[in-house]
């Protein structure tokens, strides 16, 4: 078969390995020279531990042993199998830690509830005082900055993959073929459009309305910290963002403790991964109505740092980066992505929101087990 693909991000470059690894070729089409969007400016984590049970989790896991397959494969990932931690403190925060450890599906997400000196043995840099901590060892990272470039370099060793930059597909063309912004037709046996956050022109022309939203966040990076922060760390607010953890618990912690206003406001968590040089990516926020405001603010940055500086136990270094960066949510929570057939031979595969990163794999290759690569 030939596949034609459309964005360069995350979720269309695993469309692109998937089909190229089934031993069709592939022409990949990117609006930009680079991808740019949430595939980018992301944590790089391959987050398990929040995911809602059933389909979200099962799809996680797949995805998860298939990055660390390709990672074996291609080492520019950096994948590393480095598991996170939640610090909790308070009576009404242990108490979600530990109805997530009591959940039927918290052995296949390696939950396990540690004490402070249990958790510090797992990463020495959290100093700070907590009360315990909820450790999920089925969670990992990759570098999100690196890893289209790495897995774009795997694929064009294999004489199957012709990647195509800077063009902006205009037109779907009849059935299996598409039209780009210079003129050219690239047509083949199958058509997936994996355009993300870019949800008008095209996509709406040829999908109509589509039940997918456009969500804004705010991230930053530090200098190196000077020190291995072994895992990835949240702090007890991703219990109020991430499904895994509704729980009566959580509705006892969300009635009897408020949540920081600044955190309140911005739909905030704190997410913090070590990247390969040392520094740290740290965030985030949550915008969800249109228009999305086009400056970063201090606030969420503010307390982003305070909060992280409590968990450290030491000053954190200075930051070297702030950015926003927008992704597609399916607004239908029960499911993973939103997968369309648009015409025959032409899918539209967008919507996976925050798990875009850590599904990735799977959702590409359930799509190419629906449409039998």
């Known amino acids: 078969m030939k596949v034609i693909v459309v964005g360069a991000g995350v979720v269309g470059t695993m469309h692109a390995w998937q089909a190229v690894e089934r031993g069709h070729e592939v022409v990949h089409i990117e609006r930009e020279a680079e991808a740019r969007g949430a595939s980018l400016r992301n944590f790089g984590q391959i987050w398990v531990s929040g995911r809602a049970g059933g389909e ?10 298939l990055w660390e397959g390709i990672g074996a494969r291609v080492p520019g990932l950096g994948f590393r199998a480095i598991g996170s931690l939640t610090p909790v403190r308070g009576a009404l925060e242990l108490a979600v830690a530990e109805a997530a450890v009591a959940r039927d599906d918290a052995a296949a997400r390696g939950y396990e509830l540690l004490t402070p000196e249990e958790a510090r043995a797992v990463n020495p840099a959290l100093r700070g005082a907590f009360d315990a901590a909820l450790w999920c060892e089925r969670d990992a990272a990759v570098e999100p900055r690196t890893a289209q470039l790495a897995l774009r370099e795997a694929l064009l060793a294999t004489g199957r993959y012709t990647f195509l930059p800077n063009r902006e597909v205009r037109e779907v063309v009849g059935e299996h073929a598409v039209r780009d912004d210079h003129g050219d037709l690239h047509s083949g046996d199958a058509v997936v459009l994996c355009t993300g956050a870019w949800l008008s022109g095209l996509v709406r022309e040829v999908a109509g309305p589509v039940p997918v939203r456009r969500v804004r966040l705010q991230m930053m990076q530090t200098a190196p910290l000077g020190e291995p922060l072994t895992t990835s760390v949240a702090d007890a607010d991703s219990f109020r963002y991430y499904p895994a953890y509704a729980s009566g618990a959580l509705d006892a912690l969300d009635a009897g403790q408020a949540q920081d206003p600044t955190a309140a406001a911005h739909k905030m968590q704190l997410l913090m991964v070590q990247r390969l040089d040392g520094g740290l990516t740290i965030g985030d926020t949550h915008e969800y109505e249109h228009p999305f405001a086009f400056d970063t603010v201090e606030d969420p940055y503010e ?18 980066r702030r950015w926003a960066g927008v992704y597609a949510q399916c607004t239908d929570t029960t ?7 648009v015409r025959d031979g032409v899918w539209l595969v967008t919507g996976p929101g925050g798990r875009g990163m850590t599904c990735s794999p799977a959702i590409a290759e359930q799509t190419a087990n629906e449409l039998g690569w």
């Open 335 to 341: 499911r993973v992505v939103h997968r369309q057939r």
């Open 303 to 320: 307390h982003l740092v305070r909060v992280v500086e409590s968990l450290l136990g030491r000053p954190l270094p200075a930051i070297r």
């Open 56 to 65: 979200e989790l099962d799809t996680a896991l797949r995805a998860r042993e």
